[in-house]
Each structure stands twice: as structure tokens, then as C-alpha cells.
């Protein structure tokens, strides 16, 4: 492996992607970004209305989430940003010219997630989204980068397993 290590978290809004992304940022000492806060206003106040995006809208998303990968590959700092890259599509863009890039789809069984989206507070993606996340999502297929972790778990659980599964031993 190489010395720079971008991992991309990913998974329906309330899988876990943002405690395990940090988790990782924090157990490897690297740079951690919130892929969320990449959104346009317009995504944002959206998905507040309860209107799940179209591919369209998530464009510029991706493709700002895309430039900051590359900020720090060409920086020499590995990093985790978490971002739902739902689609197959989604994932080739965020690697196209970045082959440092691996992704870490976090999973969970539906009713969690569900549970997990009726409890939270102060975000703008309402529960009443996920089954059109559900719907969108691509499962991670062989032939991409990456591993996929159940988020269900404790989280001291849930990041032993992701940092695992991608290989990675924090320094000491």
C-alpha cells in the first residue's frame, strides 16, 4: 500500500458513515471531512422539504467532494470523507484520476437505520428519505476498491471491524 490512503465512507444517510469515518480519521490521525457539508444550499433545503435528489443535483456534490479528495492526494495526506456515493456511477467519479481512492460502505439492516433516522436530531435529511436511498443504492461490486462493514453494532465494534477490513493498524 501506498504512503496516502483516501477512504471514501459510504451508505444510506443513518448507516453509521460519519462515527465511522471519524472513528478512523481520529484512530489513524488523519484528515476527516463531512462529505455533507460539500452539499449546495439548494441540495440542502431540498432534502429539508423531504425531496429525495436526482443525479443531477447531486453533480456538483460529487464533484466537489471529488476535488477535496484530490487536494489531498496531491497533498500526500491520506484522509476519510464520508459521502453516500450510492450509485456505481457515483464511485467511478470519485476515483476517476484518484487511485488512492478505496471506499468503506458501512451497512445496516433497514429497521436500524430507520430507528437510528427517528431519533436523530439537527439534521436536514428527514427519515422519510431512506427508502429512496435504499432504492438508489448500489451495492459495492468486486471489481471496486473497497470493503463493506456492518454497522450494526456498538461503535467501538463497528470501527474495529471497518479498520480490519481495510488493513489498517493505528500507529502507535
Same mark, same amino acid.
Given at each position: 500500500?501506498?504512503?496516502?490512503?483516501?477512504?471514501?465512507?459510504?451508505?444510506?444517510?443513518g448507516?453509521?458513515?460519519?462515527?465511522?469515518?471519524r472513528?478512523?480519521?481520529?484512530s489513524m490521525?488523519?484528515?476527516?471531512?463531512e462529505?455533507?457539508?460539500?452539499h449546495?444550499?439548494?441540495?440542502?433545503?431540498?432534502?429539508?422539504?423531504?425531496?429525495?435528489l436526482?443525479?443531477?443535483?447531486?453533480?456538483?456534490?460529487?464533484r466537489?467532494?471529488?476535488?477535496?479528495i484530490?487536494?489531498?492526494?496531491?497533498a500526500?495526506?491520506?484522509a476519510v470523507?464520508?459521502?453516500?456515493a450510492l450509485?456505481?456511477?457515483?464511485?467511478?467519479?470519485?476515483?476517476?484520476?484518484?487511485p488512492?481512492?478505496?471506499?468503506?460502505?458501512?451497512s445496516?439492516?433497514?429497521?436500524?437505520?430507520?430507528?437510528?433516522l427517528?431519533?436523530r436530531? %439537527?439534521?436536514?435529511?428527514? +427519515?422519510?428519505? /431512506?427508502? #429512496?436511498?435504499i432504492?438508489? !443504492?448500489?451495492?459495492?461490486? @468486486? *471489481?471496486?476498491?473497497?470493503?463493506?462493514v456492518? %454497522?450494526?453494532?456498538?461503535? +467501538?465494534v463497528? /470501527?474495529? #471491524?471497518?479498520?480490519?477490513? !481495510?488493513?489498517?493498524?493505528? @500507529? *502507535?
Amino acid at each position: 500500500m501506498s504512503d496516502v490512503d483516501l477512504v471514501v465512507v459510504m451508505g444510506v444517510s443513518g448507516s453509521g458513515k460519519t462515527t465511522v469515518a471519524r472513528g478512523i480519521a481520529s484512530s489513524m490521525h488523519w484528515l476527516f471531512a463531512e462529505g455533507d457539508a460539500f452539499h449546495p444550499e439548494a441540495n440542502v433545503q431540498k432534502m429539508h422539504s423531504g425531496i429525495p435528489l436526482t443525479d443531477e443535483d447531486r453533480s456538483p456534490w460529487l464533484r466537489l467532494v471529488g476535488e477535496w479528495i484530490s487536494e489531498q492526494e496531491s497533498a500526500g495526506r491520506s484522509a476519510v470523507i464520508t459521502c453516500s456515493a450510492l450509485r456505481r456511477a457515483y464511485r467511478d467519479l470519485l476515483r476517476e484520476g484518484r487511485p488512492h481512492v478505496r471506499f468503506c460502505h458501512v451497512s445496516a439492516p433497514q429497521d436500524l437505520i430507520q430507528d437510528r433516522l427517528d431519533l436523530r436530531a %439537527g439534521h436536514y435529511m428527514p +427519515a422519510s428519505l /431512506l427508502p #429512496s436511498q435504499i432504492a438508489t !443504492l448500489e451495492p459495492l461490486q @468486486p *471489481d471496486e476498491p473497497g470493503v463493506v462493514v456492518s %454497522g450494526d453494532g456498538s461503535q +467501538a465494534v463497528v /470501527l474495529a #471491524s471497518a479498520l480490519s477490513a !481495510l488493513g489498517l493498524t493505528p @500507529p *502507535d
